[in-house]
Nanobody, 125 residues
């Protein structure tokens, strides 16, 4: 239901911008988010956007910016000053419907109904 793109190989200190858009059937969403999974680690929350407010994991605050185009159900993740610790597969996710999820649930996988296939980000030192 979602298609993520924009990943790639970048040197430490560099930048990348990820995009996520619906593929196929369109739907209404009340929140969209980004998660990532590093090799051998569990998937973790990165950022979310809900009702034009944004939320970030502490590890990316000040470096990453999430933005969205609600009319197109599209979400972006601008990543600056990347480091090797940012390496992983990045997944976008969407919470369907018109009811906003509570803020404290935005970092939980189960909050989201649709997921993208992931895009690989590799940061070399």
């Amino acid at each position: 239901q979602l298609q993520a793109s924009g990943g790639g190989l970048v040197q430490a200190g560099g930048s990348l911008k990820l995009s996520c858009a619906p593929s196929g059937r369109t739907f209404s969403s009340s929140a969209m988010g980004w998660f990532r999974q590093a090799p051998g680690k569990e998937r973790e929350f990165v950022a979310a956007i809900r009702a034009r407010s944004t939320y970030y994991a502490n590890s990316v605050k000040g470096r990453f910016t999430i933005s969205g185009d609600s009319a197109r159900n599209t979400v972006y993740l601008q990543m600056n000053n990347l480091g090797p610790g940012d390496t992983g597969v990045y997944y976008c996710a969407a919470k369907s419907g018109l009811t906003y999820p509570i803020v404290s649930s935005l970092g939980q996988h189960g909050t989201y109904d649709y997921w993208g296939q992931g895009t690989l980000v590799t940061v070399s030192s």
